[in-house]
């Protein structure tokens, strides 16, 4: 996959997102909500930890797909609404 999106991540964040960056750019506005939909295994991507560091990361061009991803079916169910 190359696209803007990507391209712009990867220059921004690098191969990995965590902390902030990371549920930020999942559309979570806090810690907490990203926590808890964690927990219930809905967070839309796969999450891992890394030796020695805190907390959770994600690759950013699994991030960046997901984004697209949901980007599009925002896109198809406003089709559907206007039909």
Same mark, same amino acid.
């Given at each position: 996959?190359?696209?803007? $999106? ?9 191969? !990995? ?10 559309? &979570?506005? !806090?810690?907490?909500? &990203?926590?808890?939909?964690?927990? $219930? ?6 999450? &891992? ?29 406003? !089709?559907? $609404?206007?039909?």
């Amino acid at each position: 996959m190359t696209s803007d $999106l990507l391209t712009h991540m990867m220059s921004r964040f690098g191969p !990995t997102l965590g902390g902030q960056d990371l549920y930020s750019a999942l559309g &979570f506005k !806090t810690y907490g909500a &990203f926590h808890r939909r964690r927990q $219930l295994g809905e967070v839309g991507v796969h999450i &891992f930890k890394l030796p020695g560091r805190r907390g959770w990361f994600a690759r950013t061009d699994e991030v960046a797909r997901w984004l697209e991803e949901q980007s599009g079916k925002s896109s198809d169910r406003s !089709t559907e $609404l206007r039909s």
